[in-house]
């Protein structure tokens, strides 16, 4: 069994900055892609930022330059750094974690953290 566990979202005012975390544990090989995922009602979810194996990143044209994703392979954990937040930066926001187990590689999601941005 595999489990993410999100934790850091809230409320902050425009501007602000908040750091969401998303820790794996439980049995798998290894893990591959980690990334960031936010979804608003009534909408798609969308890619935030993801990061490979390596440290290569990738990010939505509506973050670049203000938020910054980064992982601790050590920990099984991937982080979100969020600056110069907008109020439609409002969401949902998931972590997704490419693992592998045997030989195949299967995506695992977290429950979603709130992130409010007030005007």
């Known amino acids: 069994q595999v489990q993410l566990v999100e934790s850091g979202g809230g409320l902050v005012q425009a501007g602000g900055s908040l750091r969401l975390s998303c820790a794996a544990s439980g049995s798998f090989f290894s893990i591959n892609a980690m990334g960031w995922y936010r979804q608003v009602p009534g909408k798609q979810r969308e890619l935030a930022a993801t990061i490979t194996t390596g440290g290569s990143t990738r990010y939505a044209d509506s973050v670049k330059g203000r938020f910054t994703i980064s992982r601790d392979s050590a920990k099984n954990t991937v982080y979100l750094q969020m600056n110069s937040l907008k109020p439609e930066d409002t969401a949902v926001y998931y972590c997704?974690?490419?693992?592998?187990?045997?030989?195949?590689?299967?995506?695992?999601w977290g429950q979603g953290t709130q992130v409010t941005v007030a005007s």
């Open positions: 997704k974690m490419l693992m592998r187990r045997g030989l195949l590689d299967y995506a695992y």
